[in-house]
């Protein structure tokens, strides 16, 4: 069974930088399109970075394009999402998503989830 596990959220004044961590176990995460998801009080879910796998093709949300980076190593079983120039509107819980058949344009949710990663970006 896949699990992740997010780590590296944190409190940061805007203009800040974090980068954020999902650990896989259980599977080789090269193998698997990982997904980075928000979700803010009162505001919708929203999908800010995906990876896709084999190819590493990145594809990320018009809110974060530019700032933020996902990225993927597979000797750590490990992908990233650099934060960088955040804005009080970063703040949010954020979790990595996958399962066998995800890919970036899916519609679909996920089937694993981690469990989040608080981002709290003050003015």
């Known amino acids: 069974q896949l699990q992740l596990v997010e780590s590296g959220g944190g409190l940061v004044q805007a203009g800040g930088s974090l980068r954020l961590s999902c650990v896989a176990s259980?599977?080789?995460?090269?193998?698997?399109?990982i997904a980075w998801f928000r979700q803010a009080p009162g505001k919708e879910r929203e999908r800010v970075s995906c990876?896709?796998?084999?190819?590493?093709?990145?594809e990320y949300a018009d809110s974060v394009k530019g700032r933020f980076t996902i990225s993927r190593d597979n000797d750590k079983n490990t992908v990233f999402l650099q934060m960088d120039n955040v804005k009080p509107d970063d703040t949010a819980s954020y979790f990595c998503?996958?399962?066998?058949?995800?890919?970036?344009?899916?519609?679909?949710?996920?089937?694993?989830w981690g469990q989040g990663t608080q981002v709290t970006v003050s003015s």
């Open positions: 998503a996958t399962d066998s058949f995800y890919y970036c344009s899916a519609t679909k949710p996920p089937e694993f």
């Open positions: 259980g599977r080789t995460v090269g193998l698997y399109t």
């Open positions: 990876i896709s796998a084999p190819s590493g093709r990145t």
